[in-house]
């Protein structure tokens, strides 16, 4: 229709209702396009929230182990080959013979009998005799022994024995009948633990290897201790761990966080702990346990426990401020604090991807099952250049293979960390949008990416954090027994205890007997010397390793 040949008001009415109608259409199509907006990040919301359920599922009801089983049989090795493909030049394949490192293979420790377990326990035989109404034949005359017959062996627990020593000591006089006055004469007396206390160097030890060892809290320890008829009250337990940490123990601490910082790398990480009675805070305020770990590689076993009322980086980077070396630590910024060479963790980077493809949610599984298999390739890798030198590992992580450009077949290839990481970095760039719990380990690789290469320019450092935190493991547990700690007094004793303890751990002493010694020694010494030397009590030092050093 001509819409021309219409009178004007005719025209001029259609004209307008036709303008209307399009109005209406561009309102509709905007409010369809918004509702579309809408439900697609309803959509990835409920995705998202869908991942965090899965992710709360897999922490309540999953398994807790990160372990992974690195090679499957008849997979290639980093060096080359397969398992099958052996030949007389150290066991490598043909043309795999040139510049590869022979790395020995795993023995798996043969099974001990529990003769050989028990061996170092004191043994005592129990002989089963007939009653002596039985020691008659059938023709009334007495049987004759022959020998005794093994059964079998069994290990007796004997219940803690608490008992009063009364100390005196033995006094002697000069016999001088033509002295004016009487000499007394005796011997010196040990110094007490604590002064006007009847605690012990012994009593104490338990006290505190049963809280920071074990991790039972000091009100269980009251029950158990009136259970053997010894009414010891928390409060007595807790005002004698403070004061023997503050006496005694607070200057060994002191020693290992200045020996600490000498070292070539430092592992960090920080967990909240919670105190009731601080100056200024209320009580729900997080406090946050610092801890500070040698690498495996050093020379001596050290781990300092540092009790902060923040968790700001210029806490860290007090504590170090005169280390030089190469620091470990996680994502955390706060570490951007502390003026040092700063190396990333893996096993964060790792955990991550497995965090996006939980259980239950089958959406882009493919791709953090992909970032998982990079991770896992580079702990393939280290693993089996671990026996080398320092220097050997450096040179190893950055070696280019002509395989280089390939694509990667899915087995574990004479790939190096820095070519694996090459194809990880490239991989990265390439993935699309992300969401949920995917972004997060995309976006974690992206900024870390600076720190987890450190790795590869210093063969004296691990790809992961988990020196630190299986330091760092006995203090969580520790934490959901006791909960809190009352006093801040009480939590720097806390830090100080965690370190003798866990340091004597991570040096195979005994840690129990050899924090006895400790309380046994040092009041005397201090008693005569306040600033006696004491490097011969640290846990590395040969005495103590020959006087108290777990059998493994």
Not at 179 to 207: C, G
Not at 423 to 448: C, D, F, M, P, R
Not at 457 to 476: D, K
Not at 517 to 541: G, K, M, Q, S
Request: aromatic share 10%; with cysteine.
């Amino acid at each position: 229709m001509d819409v021309s040949l219409l009178p004007d008001d005719l025209r001029t009415a259609l004209e307008e209702q036709r303008a209307m109608f399009q109005e209406m259409i561009n309102s509709f199509q905007e409010t369809n396009a918004a509702l579309k907006e809408s439900l697609k990040q309803k959509d990835l919301l409920i995705e998202a929230l869908r991942q965090q359920i899965a992710c709360l599922q897999k922490v309540i009801f999953g398994p807790r182990s990160e372990k992974i089983i690195y090679v499957d049989p008849g997979q290639k090795s980093l060096f080359g080959g397969t398992d099958a493909e052996k030949s007389d030049d150290g066991g490598m394949p043909d043309g795999q013979k040139q510049g590869v490192v022979q790395v020995p293979a795993h023995e798996r420790k043969p099974k001990r009998s529990q003769k050989e377990i028990y061996a170092d326990l004191p043994h005592t035989e129990e002989i089963i005799d007939l009653p002596e109404s039985e020691k008659f034949g059938t023709n009334g005359v007495p049987l004759k022994p022959v020998g005794k017959e093994f059964v079998r062996t069994e290990v007796r627990s004997i219940p803690a024995q608490h008992r009063c020593v009364d100390i005196y000591v033995k006094k002697y006089k000069e016999d001088n009948p033509e002295a004016e006055t009487t000499q007394f004469v005796r011997p010196d007396v040990p110094s007490p633990l604590i002064e006007h206390s009847f605690a012990s160097a012994s009593t104490v030890s338990l006290i505190v290897c049963n809280k920071y060892f074990a991790g039972l809290p000091l009100y269980r320890q009251e029950q158990m201790f009136k259970q053997q008829g010894f009414p010891l009250s928390r409060a007595v337990m807790a005002n004698w761990v403070i004061t023997v940490s503050e006496k005694y123990l607070e200057r060994v601490y002191l020693l290992l966080c200045r020996l600490i910082v000498q070292q070539r790398v430092i592992h960090a990480d920080e967990t909240p702990i919670q105190v009731l009675k601080e100056a200024g805070r209320t009580p729900q305020q997080k406090s946050y346990m610092w801890v500070y770990a040698t690498s495996k590689r050093s020379q001596i076993q050290i781990r300092c426990f540092s009790y902060e009322n923040s968790r700001s980086g210029e806490r860290a980077n007090h504590f170090l401020k005169d280390f030089n070396g190469t620091l470990i630590s996680d994502g955390y910024s706060g570490y951007l604090r502390v003026d040092v060479t700063r190396a990333g963790c893996w096993a964060h980077m790792r955990r991550k991807w497995v965090e996006a493809m939980p259980k239950g949610v089958p959406s882009e599984n493919s791709v953090a099952a992909m970032g998982l298999s990079y991770c896992t390739r580079l702990f393939e890798f280290e693993r089996q250049i671990e026996v080398l030198s320092d220097e050997g590992r450096a040179i190893e992580r950055q070696k280019i293979h002509s395989q280089v450009g390939k694509k990667h077949d899915g087995g574990l290839g004479p790939f190096s960390a820095k070519e694996i990481l090459q194809e990880y970095w490239a991989w990265i760039e390439s993935l699309g949008v992300t969401n949920g719990k995917l972004k997060k380990a995309v976006t974690y690789a992206l900024n870390q990416k600076q720190y987890l290469e450190t790795f590869l320019e210093h063969g004296e450092i691990e790809i992961s954090n988990n020196q630190v935190e299986n330091a760092i493991r006995p203090f969580v547990v520790g934490r959901k027994g006791w909960l809190f700690s009352d006093t801040p007094q009480g939590a720097k004793a806390s830090a100080v205890i965690y370190s003798l303890i866990e340091t004597a751990k991570a040096n195979n002493l005994k840690a129990g007997e050899w924090l006895e010694h400790v309380l046994t020694v040092l009041p005397e010494r201090f008693a005569y010397d306040p600033n006696d030397c004491i490097d011969d009590l640290l846990p590395w030092a040969e005495g103590m390793q020959s006087r108290f050093k777990l059998e493994k």
